[in-house]
């Protein structure tokens, strides 16, 4: 397959899953993930695709989001190892707000029955895997509530969670970088994500390597503004370094 060739379907794939990565491109077309990299930058140069960190989402789609059970599916295995990480940071007998995400949702079916907490959440996919804990003080936030995310966003959360200070939050995110910060898809969405930052006293990210240097449309915060970063291997360590030389610790699950 001739490189215009292989670029147009690289196109094509992108516009149809939202992204394409290096390696699985690589895999697919057979060739090196050098070249593939060439692809990316010459559809990038036509303005065709945008370049993140590890691949390319089509041009137009920061504010592409896809369905939730689809982004459950994506690094399932280190979303979970993720997770396991994240119960060494639930502090005992205290209380958290678990936001919502995939990665979070997970730490929620992780938590031990036996666990006393007090837990506030926005999202009906955790609450629903915490509702059954018999020491677990659930508070649900109500509002508006998003198909795509099932999670409740608009003037509600947001006045719910004005009025909690919680030990720790356990922020999700569509996208991550030094540079960008901490970016979402949907406005509505990343005003709840900055109110549930400033309602905790110490702010835990989990978010899988796959998301580092991707960019979305709504900025919600910055790399600074968080604690602790869980996520995975993928992450190298010269970027973990880097992220750390701006104040936030990382582990790589």
Same mark, same amino acid.
Request: charged residues 25%; without cysteine; proline residues 4%.
């Given at each position: 397959?001739?490189?215009?060739? %292989?670029?147009?379907?690289?196109?094509?794939?992108?516009?149809?899953?939202? %992204?394409? @990565?290096?390696?699985?491109?690589?895999?697919?077309?057979?060739?090196?993930?050098?070249?593939?990299?060439?692809?990316?930058?010459?559809? =990038?140069?036509?303005?065709?695709?945008?370049?993140?960190?590890?691949?390319?989402?089509?041009?137009?789609?920061?504010?592409?989001?896809?369905?939730?059970?689809?982004? =459950?599916?994506?690094?399932?295995?280190?979303?979970?190892?993720?997770?396991?990480?994240?119960?060494?940071?639930?502090?005992?007998?205290?209380?958290?707000?678990?936001?919502?995400?995939?990665?979070?949702? %997970?730490?929620?079916?992780?938590?031990?029955?036996?666990?006393?907490?007090?837990?506030?959440?926005?999202?009906?996919?955790?609450?629903?895997?915490?509702?059954?804990?018999?020491?677990? *003080?659930?508070?649900?936030?109500?509002? %508006?509530?998003?198909?795509?995310?099932? *999670?409740?966003? @608009?003037?509600?959360?947001?006045?719910?969670?004005?009025?909690?200070?919680?030990?720790?939050?356990?922020?999700?995110?569509?996208?991550?970088?030094? =540079?960008?910060?901490?970016?979402?898809?949907?406005?509505?969405? *990343?005003?709840?994500?900055?109110?549930?930052?400033?309602?905790?006293?110490?702010?835990?990210?989990? *978010?899988?390597?796959?998301?580092?240097?991707?960019?979305?449309?709504?900025?919600?915060? =910055?790399?600074?503004?968080?604690?602790?970063?869980?996520?995975?291997?993928?992450?190298?360590?010269?970027?973990?370094?880097?992220?750390?030389?701006?104040?936030?610790?990382?582990?790589?699950?």
């Amino acid at each position: 397959m001739y490189a215009p060739e %292989r670029q147009q379907e690289i196109l094509r794939i992108a516009q149809e899953s939202g %992204r394409v @990565d290096v390696l699985s491109l690589a895999e697919e077309f057979q060739v090196t993930a050098e070249t593939v990299r060439r692809d990316l930058k010459a559809l =990038d140069r036509a303005g065709l695709l945008r370049r993140v960190h590890g691949g390319a989402i089509p041009v137009g789609r920061l504010d592409f989001e896809p369905d939730l059970a689809e982004r =459950d599916a994506v690094a399932a295995d280190e979303k979970d190892r993720i997770a396991q990480a994240a119960l060494a940071e639930l502090p005992a007998d205290g209380n958290v707000i678990v936001d919502a995400g995939t990665t979070t949702a %997970r730490l929620a079916a992780a938590v031990p029955v036996d666990a006393t907490l007090t837990v506030v959440t926005h999202a009906l996919p955790v609450a629903a895997r915490l509702a059954d804990h018999p020491g677990i *003080a659930l508070h649900l936030v109500g509002g %508006r509530v998003r198909h795509r995310t099932r *999670a409740a966003v @608009d003037a509600w959360a947001l006045g719910s969670y004005a009025e909690i200070n919680a030990d720790v939050v356990f922020l999700a995110t569509n996208g991550f970088s030094t =540079d960008s910060g901490l970016t979402t898809p949907d406005l509505a969405e *990343a005003a709840v994500k900055r109110a549930v930052i400033r309602a905790a006293r110490r702010v835990v990210l989990l *978010a899988d390597s796959g998301k580092f240097g991707q960019e979305h449309f709504a900025r919600f915060g =910055d790399l600074t503004e968080v604690d602790l970063l869980i996520t995975d291997t993928g992450l190298s360590p010269d970027d973990a370094r880097s992220i750390e030389s701006r104040g936030t610790e990382v582990v790589r699950a």
